[in-house]
């Protein structure tokens, strides 16, 4: 196993890019620690499985370079890489029975057969799929294939790394929790490192102890599922993860005090020097209050949700989420909305822009 640097990597699909529009990778800095369980996260479109088939060698990157545990292989081919990847749609031998397909990686490495067995039989309990081992693959259906094509990326235990690509897509809705959970345990069992690659907030929030965030071709931010639902470093990251996600409101600065629709709203604490370009307010829909004073809203929407109540309720032109625990207000209701402080942030072209109040110590 083995730590994974990426360091200034960039790629372009085109042989002449013109511009950072031409990139799937605009500039990727990133370190993967040695036995992390890591997700990638993005829309479609932002580059995910263009970095993961960096990492694996499919793809050689325009610039930069990928590290092993320090050493240069980014050129490496990927049966050099010693890593395994599981991908979108499932890849095994049709011919061959569910036994000899999870077998195969092993015995391709001349891996002494007494362990093969072993190692099969315990992947096998794991994925729930024991009474098939003796059954042709050709005849499984979709999402047993899938099962057996996660099996032969995690049979081998001295792999680098294993890279699932949306391996959860063409499985079934009840099933994907469950081996969404194997697939944990698993990494706490083996220590193996695990990147997981999807689209899906929840799939990566309870795979991963470390999410790494992705749009456009780039990182916006890294942390654990807390640090992200809690201070997001981008409005991207603040409105993908979450439920509904963060409010975005445009902003005003004038004399250090920022203001939403006219009115001075207290943020977390300073603005940062230089903030400028395109001003915004993020608050997460949980931190958002109906109180008796604040700013004056009409409420124009109540769903209950089961836990909690998500009011909608509109500032001039501008919707803003509120989760309540307490008794929900009426449609058409006239509210006041109280931001907390140590939750409100502005954001300048995206990026968050301010910096948290020292808390005082109690002395
Ligand atoms: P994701 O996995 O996050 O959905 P991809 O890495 O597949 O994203 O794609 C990133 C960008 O690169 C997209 O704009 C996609 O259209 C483009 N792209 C992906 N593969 C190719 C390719 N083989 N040739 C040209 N463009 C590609
Ligand atoms: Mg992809």
């Given at each position: 196993?083995?730590?994974?640097t990426?360091?200034?990597?960039?790629?372009?699909?085109?042989?002449?890019?013109?511009?950072p529009?031409d990139?799937a990778?605009?500039?990727?800095d990133?370190?993967?620690?040695?036995?992390?369980?890591?997700?990638?996260?993005?829309p479609s479109?932002?580059?995910k499985?263009?970095?993961?088939?960096?990492?694996?060698?499919l793809?050689?990157?325009?610039?930069?370079?990928?590290?092993?545990?320090?050493?240069?292989?980014?050129?490496?081919?990927?049966?050099q890489r010693?890593?395994a990847?599981?991908?979108?749609?499932?890849?095994?031998?049709?011919?061959?029975?569910?036994r000899e397909?999870?077998?195969?990686?092993?015995?391709?490495r001349?891996?002494?057969?007494a362990?093969?067995?072993?190692?099969?039989?315990?992947?096998?309990?794991?994925?729930?799929?024991?009474d098939?081992l003796?059954?042709?693959?050709?005849?499984?259906s979709?999402?047993?294939?899938?099962?057996?094509?996660?099996g032969?990326?995690?049979v081998?235990?001295?792999?680098?790394v294993?890279?699932?690509?949306?391996?959860?897509?063409?499985?079934?809705?009840?099933?994907?929790w469950?081996?969404?959970?194997?697939?944990?345990?698993?990494h706490?069992?083996v220590?193996?490192?695990?990147?997981?690659?999807?689209?899906?907030?929840?799939?990566?929030?309870?795979?991963?102890?470390?999410v790494?965030?992705?749009?456009?071709?780039e990182v916006?931010?890294i942390?654990?599922?807390?640090?992200?639902f809690?201070?997001?470093?981008h409005?991207?990251?603040?409105?993908?993860i979450?439920?509904?996600?963060?409010?975005?409101?445009?902003?005003?600065?004038?004399?250090?005090?920022?203001?939403?629709?006219?009115?001075?709203?207290?943020?977390?604490?300073?603005?940062?020097?230089g903030?400028?370009?395109?001003?915004?307010?993020?608050?997460?829909?949980?931190?958002?209050r109906?109180a008796?004073?604040g700013?004056?809203?009409?409420?124009?929407?109540?769903?209950?949700?089961?836990?909690?109540?998500v009011?909608?309720?509109?500032?001039?032109?501008?919707?803003?989420?509120?989760?309540?625990?307490?008794?929900a207000?009426?449609k058409g209701?006239?509210?006041?909305?109280h931001?907390?402080?140590?939750?409100t942030?502005?954001?300048?072209?995206?990026?968050?822009?301010t910096?948290?109040?020292?808390?005082?110590?109690a002395?």
């Amino acid at each position: 196993m083995a730590k994974i640097t990426l360091k200034n990597l960039r790629h372009s699909y085109y042989p002449d890019p013109k511009g950072p529009q031409d990139f799937a990778l605009k500039e990727v800095d990133l370190d993967w620690q040695d036995g992390g369980a890591y997700a990638l996260l993005g829309p479609s479109g932002c580059g995910k499985s263009t970095l993961l088939n960096i990492i694996s060698g499919l793809l050689v990157p325009s610039e930069g370079q990928i590290l092993f545990d320090g050493q240069d292989v980014t050129t490496l081919p990927p049966d050099q890489r010693n890593i395994a990847q599981v991908f979108q749609f499932p890849v095994i031998y049709d011919t061959m029975t569910v036994r000899e397909n999870l077998a195969f990686p092993l015995k391709n490495r001349g891996v002494d057969p007494a362990i093969i067995e072993k190692r099969v039989a315990e992947i096998a309990e794991m994925l729930e799929v024991t009474d098939m081992l003796d059954r042709k693959a050709a005849g499984l259906s979709p999402d047993n294939k899938q099962k057996i094509s996660m099996g032969r990326g995690l049979v081998r235990d001295d792999v680098n790394v294993v890279m699932f690509d949306e391996p959860l897509t063409v499985i079934d809705p009840h099933l994907k929790w469950k081996l969404r959970t194997k697939l944990k345990e698993l990494h706490q069992r083996v220590s193996h490192t695990m990147i997981y690659v999807t689209h899906d907030q929840t799939e990566a929030l309870t795979f991963a102890d470390q999410v790494v965030v992705m749009q456009l071709g780039e990182v916006v931010q890294i942390g654990t599922p807390e640090e992200l639902f809690e201070r997001p470093a981008h409005t991207f990251v603040g409105h993908f993860i979450g439920s509904p996600g963060m409010n975005v409101l445009p902003a005003e600065v004038k004399d250090g005090q920022a203001l939403f629709a006219g009115r001075a709203v207290a943020l977390e604490g300073p603005i940062n020097a230089g903030a400028s370009g395109q001003l915004e307010i993020g608050i997460r829909p949980e931190f958002v209050r109906l109180a008796d004073t604040g700013i004056p809203a009409t409420v124009t929407r109540v769903a209950d949700v089961g836990r909690h109540t998500v009011v909608e309720a509109t500032v001039g032109t501008h919707k803003v989420a509120a989760i309540q625990n307490g008794p929900a207000p009426q449609k058409g209701d006239e509210v006041h909305l109280h931001f907390t402080p140590e939750h409100t942030r502005l954001y300048a072209d995206g990026w968050i822009a301010t910096t948290p109040a020292q808390k005082e110590s109690a002395a």
